[in-house]
Protein backbone atom coordinates (compact mmCIF):
# COMPACT_ATOMS: atom_id res chain seq x y z
CA UNK A 1 0.00 0.00 0.00
CA UNK A 2 1.16 3.31 -1.00
CA UNK A 3 2.10 6.02 2.01
CA UNK A 4 -0.35 8.76 1.09
CA UNK A 5 0.42 10.86 4.51
CA UNK A 6 3.08 12.95 2.39
CA UNK A 7 -0.60 14.31 0.85
CA UNK A 8 -1.42 16.23 4.13
CA UNK A 9 1.75 18.29 4.17
CA UNK A 10 1.78 22.32 3.35
CA UNK A 11 4.69 21.73 0.78
CA UNK A 12 2.80 18.89 -0.90
CA UNK A 13 -0.77 20.57 -0.93
CA UNK A 14 0.63 23.52 -2.83
CA UNK A 15 3.46 22.10 -5.29
CA UNK A 16 2.93 18.59 -5.38
CA UNK A 17 0.40 15.83 -6.76
CA UNK A 18 0.17 11.83 -6.92
CA UNK A 19 1.79 10.42 -9.95
CA UNK A 20 0.27 6.86 -11.73
CA UNK A 21 2.23 5.13 -9.30
CA UNK A 22 0.45 6.68 -6.17
CA UNK A 23 3.98 8.30 -5.23
CA UNK A 24 4.15 12.50 -4.52
CA UNK A 25 5.69 14.35 -7.84
CA UNK A 26 5.56 17.88 -8.13
CA UNK A 27 2.84 19.26 -10.41
CA UNK A 28 4.07 20.07 -13.97
CA UNK A 29 3.65 21.44 -17.01
CA UNK A 30 5.05 18.91 -19.51
CA UNK A 31 2.07 15.93 -18.52
CA UNK A 32 5.05 13.57 -16.48
CA UNK A 33 2.82 11.58 -14.47
CA UNK A 34 5.58 9.59 -12.50
CA UNK A 35 8.51 11.61 -11.16
CA UNK A 36 10.79 9.57 -13.09
CA UNK A 37 9.66 10.82 -16.72
CA UNK A 38 9.35 14.14 -14.94
CA UNK A 39 13.00 13.79 -13.44
CA UNK A 40 14.37 13.09 -16.71
CA UNK A 41 12.94 15.57 -18.30
CA UNK A 42 13.54 18.24 -16.15
CA UNK A 43 17.05 17.21 -15.75
CA UNK A 44 17.32 17.54 -20.11
CA UNK A 45 16.13 21.35 -19.87
CA UNK A 46 17.88 22.74 -17.19
CA UNK A 47 21.20 20.89 -18.09
CA UNK A 48 20.45 22.61 -21.39
CA UNK A 49 19.52 26.06 -19.89
CA UNK A 50 22.62 25.97 -17.84
CA UNK A 51 24.76 25.82 -20.62
CA UNK A 52 22.63 28.75 -22.26
CA UNK A 53 23.50 30.86 -18.99
CA UNK A 54 27.07 29.97 -18.87
CA UNK A 55 27.72 30.75 -22.24
CA UNK A 56 25.83 34.41 -22.07
CA UNK A 57 23.43 33.96 -24.19
CA UNK A 58 20.39 33.98 -22.26
CA UNK A 59 18.35 37.02 -21.52
CA UNK A 60 19.22 37.37 -17.81
CA UNK A 61 19.20 40.93 -16.92
CA UNK A 62 22.39 41.68 -14.81
CA UNK A 63 20.78 43.87 -12.38
CA UNK A 64 22.37 42.14 -9.25
CA UNK A 65 19.32 42.16 -7.52
CA UNK A 66 16.88 39.32 -6.33
CA UNK A 67 15.30 39.94 -9.77
CA UNK A 68 18.62 38.55 -11.50
CA UNK A 69 17.76 35.36 -8.85
CA UNK A 70 14.32 35.13 -10.47
CA UNK A 71 15.73 35.50 -14.13
CA UNK A 72 17.54 32.58 -13.77
CA UNK A 73 14.89 30.09 -12.16
CA UNK A 74 12.51 31.16 -14.87
CA UNK A 75 14.90 30.61 -17.70
CA UNK A 76 15.94 27.56 -15.75
CA UNK A 77 12.62 25.74 -15.11
CA UNK A 78 9.67 27.77 -17.91
CA UNK A 79 7.53 25.43 -19.73
CA UNK A 80 7.94 22.93 -16.38
CA UNK A 81 6.78 24.40 -13.47
CA UNK A 82 3.84 26.93 -13.34
CA UNK A 83 5.78 28.72 -10.37
CA UNK A 84 9.33 29.13 -12.28
CA UNK A 85 10.84 32.45 -11.21
CA UNK A 86 8.61 33.08 -8.38
CA UNK A 87 9.11 33.01 -4.88
CA UNK A 88 7.55 30.25 -3.13
CA UNK A 89 4.21 31.20 -0.53
CA UNK A 90 5.06 28.52 2.12
CA UNK A 91 7.31 27.77 4.97
CA UNK A 92 9.70 25.03 3.85
CA UNK A 93 12.14 23.33 5.38
CA UNK A 94 14.87 19.95 4.28
CA UNK A 95 15.45 17.05 6.21
CA UNK A 96 16.54 18.53 10.06
CA UNK A 97 16.68 22.28 9.31
CA UNK A 98 14.28 24.74 7.83
CA UNK A 99 14.62 27.83 5.90
CA UNK A 100 14.04 31.28 5.45
CA UNK A 101 9.86 31.62 6.97
CA UNK A 102 8.11 32.77 3.67
CA UNK A 103 6.96 35.93 5.81
CA UNK A 104 10.59 37.50 6.21
CA UNK A 105 11.65 35.55 2.96
CA UNK A 106 11.68 39.07 0.53
CA UNK A 107 13.48 41.07 2.93
CA UNK A 108 16.18 38.67 3.93
CA UNK A 109 16.37 37.67 0.20
CA UNK A 110 16.72 41.13 -0.71
CA UNK A 111 19.85 41.55 2.18
CA UNK A 112 21.31 38.76 1.70
CA UNK A 113 21.67 39.66 -2.31
CA UNK A 114 22.56 43.09 -1.51
CA UNK A 115 25.43 42.20 0.84
CA UNK A 116 26.96 39.46 -2.15
CA UNK A 117 26.70 41.89 -4.86
CA UNK A 118 28.65 44.42 -2.61
CA UNK A 119 31.86 42.86 -1.94
CA UNK A 120 34.79 43.83 -3.63
CA UNK A 121 35.10 40.85 -5.23
CA UNK A 122 37.59 41.94 -7.84
CA UNK A 123 39.97 42.89 -4.94
CA UNK A 124 40.08 39.42 -2.77
CA UNK A 125 43.20 37.38 -2.07
CA UNK A 126 42.35 33.57 -2.48
CA UNK A 127 41.41 33.68 1.11
CA UNK A 128 39.56 36.35 1.38
CA UNK A 129 37.65 34.55 -1.95
CA UNK A 130 37.39 31.60 0.21
CA UNK A 131 35.96 33.33 3.17
CA UNK A 132 33.54 35.76 1.36
CA UNK A 133 32.22 32.85 -1.00
CA UNK A 134 31.49 31.01 2.12
CA UNK A 135 29.44 33.54 3.82
CA UNK A 136 27.57 34.29 0.57
CA UNK A 137 27.04 30.84 -0.13
CA UNK A 138 25.19 29.71 2.98
CA UNK A 139 23.23 33.10 3.16
CA UNK A 140 21.71 32.51 -0.24
CA UNK A 141 21.22 28.73 1.03
CA UNK A 142 19.37 30.06 4.23
CA UNK A 143 16.71 31.98 1.82
CA UNK A 144 16.10 28.60 -0.45
CA UNK A 145 13.25 30.93 -2.17
CA UNK A 146 11.77 28.13 -4.52
CA UNK A 147 9.98 25.34 -4.35
CA UNK A 148 12.57 23.52 -6.30
CA UNK A 149 15.68 24.29 -8.07
CA UNK A 150 17.19 26.34 -5.34
CA UNK A 151 20.80 24.53 -5.63
CA UNK A 152 21.00 25.18 -9.65
CA UNK A 153 19.86 28.54 -9.61
CA UNK A 154 21.49 29.60 -6.69
CA UNK A 155 24.78 28.40 -7.67
CA UNK A 156 24.34 30.40 -11.29
CA UNK A 157 23.47 33.74 -9.39
CA UNK A 158 26.09 33.83 -7.39
CA UNK A 159 28.79 33.01 -9.85
CA UNK A 160 27.28 35.84 -12.14
CA UNK A 161 27.56 37.63 -8.62
CA UNK A 162 31.04 37.46 -8.40
CA UNK A 163 32.34 37.40 -12.07
CA UNK A 164 35.15 40.63 -11.36
CA UNK A 165 36.76 37.83 -9.03
CA UNK A 166 40.24 36.23 -9.55
CA UNK A 167 39.12 32.94 -8.62
CA UNK A 168 36.28 30.70 -9.33
CA UNK A 169 34.55 27.59 -7.85
CA UNK A 170 34.87 24.18 -9.80
CA UNK A 171 31.64 22.42 -8.78
CA UNK A 172 33.15 19.71 -9.88
CA UNK A 173 35.82 18.99 -7.43
CA UNK A 174 33.20 17.31 -4.62
CA UNK A 175 30.35 15.11 -4.78
CA UNK A 176 26.87 16.17 -4.51
CA UNK A 177 26.31 14.46 -1.43
CA UNK A 178 29.81 16.25 0.25
CA UNK A 179 28.35 19.66 -1.14
CA UNK A 180 24.41 18.91 0.11
CA UNK A 181 25.76 18.07 3.83
CA UNK A 182 28.17 20.73 3.62
CA UNK A 183 25.17 23.40 2.95
CA UNK A 184 23.09 21.89 5.38
CA UNK A 185 25.30 21.94 8.39
CA UNK A 186 25.52 26.17 7.92
CA UNK A 187 22.12 25.91 9.24
CA UNK A 188 22.56 24.49 12.35
CA UNK A 189 20.94 27.45 13.88
CA UNK A 190 17.50 28.50 13.28
CA UNK A 191 17.74 30.00 9.43
CA UNK A 192 17.91 33.09 8.56
CA UNK A 193 21.12 32.41 11.09
CA UNK A 194 24.42 30.35 9.51
CA UNK A 195 27.99 28.94 10.37
CA UNK A 196 30.17 29.63 6.96
CA UNK A 197 32.64 27.28 8.43
CA UNK A 198 30.95 23.99 6.87
CA UNK A 199 31.52 25.44 3.26
CA UNK A 200 34.70 27.13 4.05
CA UNK A 201 36.28 24.03 4.62
CA UNK A 202 34.88 22.44 1.23
CA UNK A 203 35.46 25.42 -0.53
CA UNK A 204 39.36 25.60 -0.05
CA UNK A 205 39.30 22.73 -2.43
CA UNK A 206 37.33 23.83 -5.15
CA UNK A 207 39.17 26.98 -5.52
CA UNK A 208 40.61 27.60 -8.82
CA UNK A 209 42.38 30.59 -10.45
CA UNK A 210 40.74 32.43 -13.44
CA UNK A 211 42.62 32.04 -16.73
CA UNK A 212 42.82 34.85 -18.36
CA UNK A 213 40.65 34.88 -21.12
CA UNK A 214 38.91 31.77 -20.18
CA UNK A 215 36.01 30.31 -22.90
CA UNK A 216 33.26 28.40 -20.84
CA UNK A 217 33.62 24.90 -21.93
CA UNK A 218 31.35 24.41 -24.83
CA UNK A 219 31.77 20.87 -24.87
CA UNK A 220 28.68 18.32 -23.10
CA UNK A 221 29.64 15.89 -20.81
CA UNK A 222 28.98 12.32 -21.48
CA UNK A 223 26.55 11.89 -19.21
CA UNK A 224 24.49 14.87 -20.31
CA UNK A 225 25.09 13.95 -24.27
CA UNK A 226 23.41 10.51 -23.32
CA UNK A 227 20.38 11.70 -21.74
CA UNK A 228 20.10 14.72 -24.42
CA UNK A 229 20.26 11.71 -26.95
CA UNK A 230 17.69 9.34 -25.08
CA UNK A 231 15.27 11.83 -24.53
CA UNK A 232 15.28 13.06 -28.28
CA UNK A 233 14.89 9.66 -29.12
CA UNK A 234 11.90 9.05 -26.57
CA UNK A 235 8.70 8.26 -28.82
CA UNK A 236 6.43 9.80 -26.48
CA UNK A 237 8.61 12.58 -25.95
CA UNK A 238 6.41 14.92 -29.08
CA UNK A 239 7.71 18.43 -28.55
CA UNK A 240 9.39 20.57 -25.40
CA UNK A 241 6.76 21.02 -23.06
CA UNK A 242 4.78 17.76 -24.57
CA UNK A 243 4.34 14.25 -23.55
CA UNK A 244 2.22 11.60 -24.72
CA UNK A 245 1.61 8.10 -23.70
CA UNK A 246 4.01 5.97 -24.21
CA UNK A 247 6.40 3.17 -22.53
CA UNK A 248 9.58 4.18 -21.50
CA UNK A 249 12.53 2.14 -23.10
CA UNK A 250 15.26 0.41 -20.38
CA UNK A 251 16.67 3.48 -19.14
CA UNK A 252 16.42 2.45 -15.65
CA UNK A 253 20.90 2.66 -14.81
CA UNK A 254 20.60 6.32 -16.67
CA UNK A 255 17.60 7.29 -14.79
CA UNK A 256 19.39 5.51 -11.35
CA UNK A 257 22.86 7.40 -11.94
CA UNK A 258 20.59 10.95 -12.30
CA UNK A 259 19.11 10.21 -9.08
CA UNK A 260 22.22 8.94 -7.18
CA UNK A 261 24.76 10.60 -7.47
CA UNK A 262 27.31 8.77 -4.89
CA UNK A 263 27.02 6.33 -8.49
CA UNK A 264 29.48 8.43 -10.09
CA UNK A 265 30.54 12.42 -10.68
CA UNK A 266 28.98 14.42 -13.00
CA UNK A 267 30.46 17.76 -14.12
CA UNK A 268 28.42 20.19 -12.13
CA UNK A 269 27.33 18.08 -9.00
CA UNK A 270 25.51 21.28 -7.90
CA UNK A 271 23.65 22.02 -10.99
CA UNK A 272 22.80 19.39 -12.79
CA UNK A 273 22.22 17.09 -9.51
CA UNK A 274 21.08 18.81 -6.78
CA UNK A 275 17.09 20.11 -6.19
Known amino acids: MVDESW ?7 TYMTAGDDGEPMMRNLVGATTEYILRLVEYRQTMQRTL ?81 AAHGLAALNAAHPFPEGNGRSTRLFFDQLTDAAQWTIDYSA ?6 NDASRATL ?37 RRVLAMTTKMPHLIAPGQLAPGTLSDTDTLIGLIGDPTQHRSPEPP ?5
Open 7 to 13: QHDEYAV
Open 52 to 132: EIRLGSAAIPQSRDVGQWKAIHAHLFHGIYEWAGQFRTIDMGKHDVDFCPRHYLDAYARQAVEAVASRPWADLDREEFRNA
Open 174 to 179: VSSARW
Open 188 to 224: VWASPNTDPHPLRTLLDGMIEAKTENAQVDETMPDLM
Open 271 to 275: ETQLE
